[in-house]
């Protein structure tokens, strides 16, 4: 029996901790410019008038490495009916209370609206950022929108990103490793992603 499952290739990781960094950078510039309260985050990253320049082209970054991470994910994504069931009960995954929970794929239903919300998001971010970048050009109606879509689309996503960091690093002790190191334990992926693990052991 293999002592190591490969969980995530390299190409896979790489992609994934680029568009966090580009998230964090992006999220804590965004902050800064949102609330004066936060406004000393400006000086971390050097100062009010790089935050300002800097800022939507961070932006951007995460936008198009978040874009290769959806063409490469986006057809495992999809909801089926054991997802639908794990949503149900989640609550007790979340608790880490596996019993009774539906067996997950390569991806469980948590993660599948995680990467839902996460490139909607995105993109409602782009679009309102892109008009807020460029006022001048753009009618009132459209500059008002943006200034109400994107801090709440930015609130979401940041939110998301909150949810997954808990449950990585608290909930599922190994999944975190496994975004790090690329590989997982049989255990590992039989008592997290069953139907996954199962879906290997055929091959």
């Known amino acids: 029996m293999k002592q190591r499952i490969e969980r995530f290739t390299s190409t896979e990781r790489i992609a994934h901790w680029m568009v966090a960094l580009s998230f964090l950078y992006s999220a804590l510039t965004g902050l800064a410019l949102w609330s004066h309260r936060m406004f000393w985050l400006a000086a971390v990253f050097g100062g009010g008038e790089t935050v300002r320049g800097w800022h939507p082209i961070g932006g951007i970054v995460f936008a198009l490495l978040l874009a290769f991470i959806f063409r490469n994910w986006a057809a495992q994504m999809k909801l ?13 995954y979340a608790m880490n209370q596996e ?11 948590g993660q599948k609206m995680l990467f839902w ?5 995105a993109l409602l971010l782009f679009a309102s950022g892109l008009v807020l970048w460029f006022p001048e050009w753009m009618p009132r109606g459209l500059r008002l929108a943006a200034v109400l879509l994107h801090p709440v689309a930015a609130v979401a996503s940041i939110g998301g990103i909150i949810v997954h960091i808990y ?9 975190l490793r496994a975004m790090a190191r690329g590989w997982v334990t049989p255990r ?3 008592s997290h992603h ?7 052991d055929r091959r």
């Open 80 to 92: 089926d009916a054991d997802d639908r069931r794990w949503l149900a009960v989640s609550h007790k």
């Open 99 to 109: 019993e009774g929970v539906p067996a997950a794929g390569r991806f469980n239903a």
């Open 194 to 200: 069953a139907k996954w693990y199962r879906d290997l």
């Open 117 to 121: 919300l996460q490139s909607s998001s």
């Open 167 to 175: 449950m990585t690093t608290l909930v599922v002790p190994g999944a």
């Open 188 to 190: 590992w992926a039989a």
